[in-house]
């Protein structure tokens, strides 16, 4: 009993580290927002993609956002792999609705590799006119300034891709506050903490810039069509090809709906086993950021060790209050829409220990409608 309470209690004293390093990167951030110069060297034309499929919330709202941008030269392309989709309706109203800007939809259900969404965006590939692409997804909302920001990132020649942080706006029920608040409260901290200390490493699927004679360099869409985690495999690739990955100063929205727990249960589970596929032991380090389950650990152990009741809550408490530091430091770094909403932080926190636990049952990952499965290195196998 001794052995684990002694183990136990530097892994929380650990995890409550963690937890002050990444309020720090957080605010550390938010310095950097206000400081810096959003514009670029140059203005080159570019050409936006939006893989889309099926109906998000709020999706014309999103797809108007980057409809709007302050830019002088811009195009958009819509994708689809089916006629049928509920995206196409939205999309010709968008496109109805900003008349002037240069806007494309293209349905092809050509499948092209196991990821569906690479799949599409090798369709939508042919319909680009400028050659620097921009990648984001579907349920991401942007300022006019989105284009700007992310282009004065290529500023530097070494610059590869610019990839952009991205912080969660929930639909207004608890499965999609919950989703968003792993969003800004979990995801955005741990991303900034390497980025702080060292080189980007990885992309974000959020936003992924690229130049097209780049993206040809490592073999183009094609090189990333077997892996699930297309934005990790870019990132890596990118790398290997001896250019850096630049995070854009700027913090794009992703609205979040989740139909219920279940659908949020599914969706994190994606993202664990796809990490988990490509750092097997970056992900085991992940619960070293779980302070409050490791506390309520900790306090069990404490009282069958015949401590006294303080000493049993203190874990808690001390965990609590360090998670609500975190809540508020990532709000007012990224002007969070988000409720302030303290009280879900153990449900949360309880939640994410419960999938990190459940991602080692199995490899086997939901995306949309379609079951895949995930193997080392991202790569999906059937």
Partial sequence: MDIALYILAALFAA??????????????????????????????????????????????????SFCDQD???????FGVSSPDDAAVGIVLNVINARPDVDIELVINGQINGQNPKISNLINMDAAAKHDILIISDSDM????????????????????????LYEGTPAPDLASNLGAM?????????????????????????????????????????????????????????????????????????????????????????????????????????????A????????????????????AATPLVIAFCVRILLHFSTKVTFSSKQPISPWIIPIRDLLSFFIRLLCYTGRTVSWRNSELFVDKGGEITH
């Fill in 15 to 64: 995890s409550i580290g963690y937890l002050f390093v990444a309020c720090f990167c957080v605010l550390k951030f938010r310095t950097r927002l206000k400081s810096t110069s959003i514009k670029p060297n140059n203005r080159p034309g570019v050409t936006l993609y939006k893989p889309l499929h099926g109906m998000d919330y709020e999706l014309k709202q999103n797809l108007l």
């Fill in 71 to 77: 830019y002088p030269s811009f195009q958009i392309v």
């Fill in 141 to 164: 909302r942007v300022k006019p300034d989105y284009v700007d920001r992310v282009m004065a990132g290529f500023n530097d020649d070494k610059t590869g891709v610019v990839t952009c």
């Fill in 182 to 290: 792993f969003i800004s409260q979990w995801f955005a901290p741990s991303a900034l903490i390497p980025i702080t200390f060292g080189d980007m490493q990885h992309c974000f699927g959020a936003t992924m810039a690229v130049k097209r004679d780049d993206l040809n360099k490592i073999g183009g869409l094609q090189a990333l069509v077997t892996n699930l985690a297309d934005d990790y495999t870019l990132g890596r690739l990118i790398r290997e090809a001896g250019l850096d990955i630049k995070l854009g100063d700027v913090v794009i929205e992703n609205i979040v709906e989740e139909n219920g727990l279940k659908s949020l249960i599914l969706h994190e589970l994606r993202w664990a086993r796809t990490i988990r596929s490509v750092e097997p032991l970056g992900f085991l380090s992940t619960f070293l950021t779980d």
């Fill in 292 to 311: 409050i389950p490791l506390s309520i650990i900790l306090g069990v152990l404490f009282h069958y060790a015949d401590y006294d009741l303080t000493w």
